[in-house]
C-alpha cells in the first residue's frame, strides 16, 4: 500500500469520524455521507468487482425487512402491547416487570432489530409513568441491554450485520448464528444485569406522561430505506479500508484493541467496526474489539442507534445520559476486560 493511499484512506476515516459533529448537515444526511465515503475507499484501493457490489446490495436486504416489517407490525398493535405492559405490571409488580421486560426486550431485538426495539422501550417508559429521573434510568441501562443484544444475529442491529459479511468467507465462515456462538456467555448475563439495573428506580410512579410522536407509515419506510443504504454504505466503507486496517489495526495486542474502541462512546459503533474488522483477524480479537464496542457504545448518546432514537424521542439532554450510563458503563468495561483476558475466544 503506497503512503499516498495511505494519507488518502487515513482522511476518509477522519472524515467519517469527525465531520457528522462538526458539520449539522452531515450528521443529517449521514448515510448518504458515508456511502460516498465508502465509494471514494474502493475507488482509492482499486477494489471494484461485481462481487463487492453484489455484495452491497444483498447485505442490507434481511435488516431493511426486519425493520419495515417490524416497524409496521409495532404500529399496528402498539394498543395491545401497551395493554400488555400494564397487565404485567399489574401481575407483578412495576419492579418485576421492568426486568422481566428489559430482558425480554433485549434478546428479541436480536429479531425484531435494535431500532423498533428502541420504540418499543420508548413505549414502554411512557407507560410506566416514571419521574423524569427514573425514566432516563430505564431508557439507559435499557439502551445497553438493547446494544448487547441486537449484535446477537445479522439482522439485529448493522454492527453485527457487517461484521458477519466481512467475515463470511474464508477462515471464519460467519453464518447466521456465528456471534451468537461466540458471545452468548458474554451478552446472556449482560443483559440479565441490566434488566436488574433497569428495575432500580427511587422515585415512586407519577401520573405525568411521557409524550412523544407516533411515527406514520412513511416514516416507517423512509427508515427502512435509509437503514439499507447505510448498511450499503458500510459494505464499501470497510472493503475500501480493509488495508488499512490490516496495516494498523491488526498489530495492535488484544488489550490495546479493547481499549482503543471505548471511541465508540462518540462513534458510531457500526461506522468503527467497517474499519476495522478484517478476516485476518482471530477469533479473540473479534471478541475484544466487539465487547469493547457494544459496551462503550452506551456510554454517550451518539455511541448506537438505540441511544440515538431513545434520546431523541423523550428530550434526553447529553449530560442526563452520560450521569446514568457512565459509573455503569465504565464499570462493566473493567469487568468485560477481565472476563475476555481470562476466557478468550479460541
Same mark, same amino acid.
Given at each position: 500500500?503506497?503512503?499516498?493511499?495511505?494519507?488518502?484512506?487515513?482522511?476518509?476515516?477522519?472524515?467519517?469520524?469527525?465531520?457528522?459533529?462538526?458539520?449539522?448537515?452531515?450528521?443529517?444526511?449521514?448515510?448518504?455521507?458515508?456511502?460516498?465515503? +465508502?465509494?471514494?475507499?474502493?475507488?482509492?484501493? +482499486?477494489?471494484?468487482?461485481? %462481487?463487492?457490489?453484489?455484495?452491497?446490495?444483498? %447485505?442490507?436486504?434481511?435488516?431493511?425487512?426486519?425493520?419495515?416489517?417490524? +416497524?409496521?407490525?409495532?404500529?399496528?398493535?402498539?394498543?395491545? /402491547?401497551?395493554?400488555?405492559?400494564?397487565?404485567?405490571?399489574?401481575?407483578?409488580?412495576?419492579?418485576?416487570?421492568?426486568?422481566?421486560?428489559?430482558?425480554?426486550?433485549?434478546?428479541?431485538?436480536?429479531?425484531?432489530?435494535? @431500532?423498533?426495539?428502541?420504540?418499543?422501550?420508548?413505549?414502554?417508559?411512557?407507560?410506566?409513568?416514571?419521574?423524569?429521573? !427514573?425514566?432516563?434510568?430505564?431508557?439507559?441501562?435499557?439502551?445497553?441491554? #438493547?446494544?448487547?443484544?441486537?449484535?446477537?444475529?445479522? #439482522?439485529?442491529?448493522?454492527?453485527?450485520?457487517?461484521?458477519?459479511?466481512?467475515?463470511?468467507?474464508?477462515?471464519? &465462515?460467519?453464518?447466521?448464528?456465528?456471534?451468537?456462538?461466540?458471545?452468548? !456467555?458474554? @451478552?446472556?448475563?449482560?443483559?440479565?444485569?441490566?434488566?436488574?439495573?433497569?428495575?432500580?428506580?427511587? !422515585?415512586?410512579?407519577?401520573? &405525568?406522561?411521557?409524550?412523544?410522536?407516533?411515527?406514520?407509515?412513511?416514516?416507517?419506510?423512509?427508515?427502512?430505506?435509509?437503514?439499507?443504504?447505510? /448498511?450499503?454504505?458500510?459494505?464499501?466503507?470497510?472493503?475500501?479500508?480493509?488495508?488499512?486496517?490490516?496495516?494498523? @489495526?491488526?498489530?495492535?495486542? &488484544?488489550?490495546?484493541? =479493547?481499549?482503543?474502541?471505548? /471511541?465508540?462512546?462518540?462513534?458510531?459503533?457500526?461506522?468503527?467496526?467497517?474499519?476495522?474488522?478484517?478476516?485476518?483477524?482471530? &477469533?479473540?480479537?473479534?471478541?475484544?474489539?466487539?465487547?469493547?464496542?457494544?459496551?462503550?457504545? +452506551?456510554?454517550?448518546?451518539?455511541?448506537?442507534?438505540?441511544?440515538?432514537?431513545?434520546?431523541?424521542?423523550?428530550? @434526553?439532554?447529553?449530560?442526563?445520559?452520560?450521569?446514568?450510563?457512565?459509573?455503569?458503563?465504565?464499570?462493566?468495561? /473493567?469487568?468485560? =476486560?477481565?472476563?475476555?483476558?481470562?476466557?478468550?475466544?479460541?
Amino acid at each position: 500500500m503506497s503512503v499516498t493511499v495511505t494519507i488518502l484512506l487515513s482522511l476518509i476515516i477522519l472524515s467519517a469520524l469527525f465531520l457528522p459533529f462538526l458539520v449539522p448537515a452531515v450528521e443529517k444526511e449521514l448515510e448518504i455521507f458515508l456511502f460516498v465515503l +465508502g465509494v471514494i475507499a474502493v475507488s482509492v484501493t +482499486g477494489a471494484w468487482s461485481a %462481487e463487492i457490489v453484489k455484495n452491497a446490495l444483498k %447485505e442490507p436486504i434481511a435488516i431493511s425487512l426486519a425493520v419495515l416489517i417490524t +416497524g409496521l407490525l409495532f404500529r399496528r398493535f402498539k394498543k395491545q /402491547v401497551v395493554f400488555g405492559i400494564e397487565y404485567l405490571e399489574s401481575k407483578t409488580g412495576l419492579k418485576p416487570a421492568i426486568i422481566i421486560i428489559i430482558f425480554a426486550l433485549s434478546l428479541l431485538s436480536s429479531v425484531i432489530t435494535a @431500532i423498533v426495539a428502541a420504540l418499543i422501550l420508548c413505549e414502554i417508559a411512557a407507560t410506566l409513568k416514571l419521574s423524569r429521573r !427514573d425514566t432516563v434510568h430505564v431508557i439507559v441501562m435499557g439502551c445497553f441491554a #438493547i446494544g448487547l443484544g441486537a449484535v446477537l444475529t445479522p #439482522i439485529g442491529e448493522p454492527l453485527a450485520t457487517i461484521v458477519t459479511s466481512k467475515l463470511s468467507g474464508e477462515p471464519h &465462515n460467519a453464518h447466521f448464528f456465528y456471534l451468537f456462538l461466540m458471545l452468548w !456467555d458474554f @451478552i446472556i448475563p449482560g443483559l440479565l444485569l441490566f434488566a436488574y439495573l433497569a428495575s432500580r428506580i427511587k !422515585d415512586p410512579q407519577i401520573k &405525568n406522561e411521557i409524550h412523544f410522536e407516533h411515527e406514520t407509515n412513511k416514516e416507517i419506510i423512509v427508515r427502512a430505506a435509509k437503514v439499507f443504504l447505510f /448498511v450499503m454504505a458500510l459494505v464499501f466503507f470497510g472493503k475500501g479500508l480493509t488495508p488499512l486496517a490490516e496495516a494498523t @489495526i491488526m498489530q495492535l495486542p &488484544n488489550g490495546a484493541l =479493547y481499549w482503543a474502541n471505548t /471511541v465508540s462512546a462518540i462513534l458510531d459503533n457500526a461506522t468503527l467496526a467497517a474499519a476495522e474488522i478484517v478476516p485476518a483477524m482471530t &477469533n479473540a480479537q473479534i471478541e475484544f474489539m466487539l465487547i469493547a464496542l457494544m459496551v462503550s457504545g +452506551g456510554f454517550l448518546i451518539p455511541g448506537n442507534i438505540p441511544n440515538i432514537i431513545c434520546a431523541s424521542k423523550l428530550k @434526553i439532554k447529553s449530560k442526563e445520559w452520560a450521569k446514568a450510563a457512565l459509573p455503569t458503563g465504565i464499570t462493566l468495561m /473493567v469487568v468485560y =476486560y477481565i472476563l475476555v483476558s481470562v476466557f478468550p475466544a479460541h
